[in-house]
């Protein structure tokens, strides 16, 4: 076996930004290490997966190969656990490795030999992310007698945060959507779902303690005014919205989980605040009354800061909240929060006094301080938008920088967790393609190249300070995008740009490489059904 089952001290392989290997491997992301062999490992009615002896863990994620390998052949191997020890030939191994290395959590090697499959990983989701690229070595399209390539593969990847974020506020994804959408993080090596479940057009998860966030604030009338105009004329007028209950919250959360995927809920506060407003008008600093955001935008009704009862109030949806969702991270929001009400507010202006603040932006600071002491009381860690920056950080929290790099790169200099989102580069609500072309947006032009073109680190960090990147993600905002469709067609294939940004080394980014190696990919979107985009570049319709 030529594998390394090593990384360390291994240079990058660049024979690997060669497009496509004669047996045709394309992989995405590309793999640290990345070796053809000869010959190939035929899948027959025979070929069994052998995983360790009771280890369920392993038993699922053998089953889960097992499910696109029939996708893929027609052929479904049974799993079965393997004797310690022994090694079947003909078969497909997964194993885990006692011995430590450096392969980290995620990563792991796969050896395709026309004998035997061995995929191997320190830890099971390291595992599951080898079958992710077992998986791409096969037929996009499915094919009777297929085989896999023989190749040595030896990765991990670049960023330990490799996200996609999804708002269901202006517009609604029901739960086989937002599986959906996992399932493509999934085949991409993502790790991190951002589900921005609260904004001004819609509440969307279930509090119990608080049931008209949903059943008054999870619903409006008609959908975003001002944007389709005439052109879905049936979303204009009706009821529109819905939400999740915590039933299906959990049911998500572990869909999410058995494929390796973090899902980092975010509550908005104390801007982005109206729909719950208008369910609980005592929470603002006018008393209202309001209604659930129709247009989009940035609303003036935020939070009240100079009233107990909104902190009381956002402690127990938090309360309710944190036990959904295993991520140790809890995005609060913090962006776009106008202080025009704070400053005629009476409260507010007292609240200011009392704690010896500067200004609003200072009385943000506090807000935000405020529920950090309260979410790291339950042994979580707050995120916000860069906003939270202005009048002074908290002092745990991770900062998601969105309104270019900047935010991100002061929070890293003073030694919090960043994870970059600059609009320029991973907006995926504007265009892709040709402005003329592409379907209404909320504007901009973000295409494919520009994404993979994205560069997460700031390069004026130190060392130390780049310590401090997390990673990236996406941001799908969908106030132009009502339908599950169109949530698609925004985020493939820019997802497959992404994923090599923060998997790949960046010495072995290759736009050209990129390009060949997405044709199967194409083809892969199409046999899951997906509406990829097509704008992207050159595709064959
Ligand atoms: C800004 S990005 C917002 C969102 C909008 C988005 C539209 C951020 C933290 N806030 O509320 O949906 O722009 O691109």
């Given at each position: 076996v030529a594998a390394t089952l090593s990384l360390a001290g291994l240079a990058p392989v660049?024979?690997?930004?060669?497009?496509?290997?004669?047996?045709?491997i394309a992989v995405?992301?590309?793999?640290v290490r990345l070796v053809p062999g000869t010959g190939r490992f035929a899948i027959t009615p025979e070929t069994k997966i052998y995983v360790g002896p009771k280890n369920e863990e392993l038993r699922r994620i053998g089953q889960s190969l097992s499910a696109e390998i029939g996708r893929a052949t027609g052929v479904t191997p049974p799993v079965v656990a393997a004797a310690p020890g022994k090694q079947a030939a003909g078969a497909i191994h997964l194993k885990l490795l006692a011995a430590p290395d450096t392969?980290?959590?995620e990563g792991y090697t796969l050896s395709v030999q026309p004998g035997q499959v061995v995929l191997a990983a320190r830890q099971p989701q390291g595992l599951y992310l080898g079958t992710q690229t077992i998986r791409q070595l096969l037929p996009p399209q499915r094919t009777a007698g297929a085989s896999l390539p023989a190749v040595e593969v030896t990765d991990k990847p670049r960023y330990q945060w490799r996200g996609m974020h999804l708002d269901v506020s202006r517009h609604f994804f029901p739960v086989e959507f937002v599986k959906q959408y996992i399932d493509y993080l999934a085949l991409h090596k993502m790790n991190t779902f951002h589900w921005h479940l609260t904004d001004d057009q819609g509440w969307r998860i279930e509090i119990k303690k608080y049931?008209?966030?949903?059943?008054?604030?999870?619903?409006?009338?008609?959908?975003?005014?001002?944007?389709y105009g005439a052109k879905?004329?049936?979303?204009?007028?009706v009821r529109y919205g819905g939400f999740y209950t915590q039933e299906q919250i959990k049911e998500v959360v572990k869909y999410a989980q058995d494929r390796y995927i973090t899902v980092v809920p975010e509550i908005e506060m104390p801007g982005h605040a109206l729909a719950a407003l208008t369910a609980?008008?005592?929470?603002?600093?006018?008393g209202g009354p309001f209604?659930?955001?129709?247009?989009?935008g940035v609303y003036?009704?935020?939070?009240?800061?100079?009233?107990?009862q909104t902190f009381a109030f956002l402690q127990d949806v938090l309360t309710e909240v944190m036990?959904?969702?295993?991520?140790k991270i809890v995005h609060i929001g913090g962006d776009e929060a106008p202080k025009t009400r704070w400053k005629t507010c009476p409260k507010c202006q007292a609240r200011i006094k009392a704690e010896h603040l500067k200004d609003e932006h200072e009385l943000q600071s506090y807000f935000v301080q405020r529920m950090e002491k309260f979410v790291n009381s339950k042994g979580k860690t707050i995120m916000g938008w860069?906003?939270?920056?202005?009048g002074g950080l908290a002092p745990n929290a991770a900062v998601m920088s969105w309104r270019g790099m900047e935010g991100g790169t002061a929070a890293a200099r003073q030694k919090h967790q960043v994870v970059m989102t600059p609009g320029e580069f991973v907006?995926?609500?504007?265009?892709?393609?040709?402005p003329s072309l592409?379907?209404?947006?909320?504007g901009g032009y973000l295409p494919l190249e520009k994404v993979y073109a994205f560069?997460?680190?700031?390069?004026?960090?130190?060392a130390e300070e780049r310590k401090y990147i997390l990673g990236a993600q996406a941001n799908l905002w969908t106030?132009?995008?009502?339908t599950t469709q169109q949530a698609e067609y925004m985020v493939l294939p820019r997802m497959s740009a992404l994923a090599e940004v923060l998997w790949t080394p960046a010495s072995l980014k290759n736009w050209e490489s990129f390009k060949v190696r997405m044709q199967p990919q194409y083809q892969r979107f199409a046999a899951l059904g997906a509406n990829y985009a097509k704008s992207a570049f050159n595709v064959r319709q």
């Open positions: 660049h024979s690997q930004q060669a497009p496509v290997s004669a047996a045709g995405i992301p590309q793999p392969l980290g959590a049931p008209k966030l949903t059943s008054v604030g999870g619903f409006r009338e008609g959908t975003l005014i001002g944007h879905v004329p049936e979303y204009d007028h609980y008008p005592e929470l603002s600093c006018t209604q659930v955001g129709q247009t989009w003036d009704d935020i939070f009240c800061a100079g009233n107990d036990p959904l969702f295993p991520s860069d906003e939270i920056l202005e907006y995926f609500d504007h265009a892709q393609g040709d592409e379907p209404l947006s909320i560069e997460p680190t700031p390069k004026e960090l130190t106030e132009y995008i009502p």
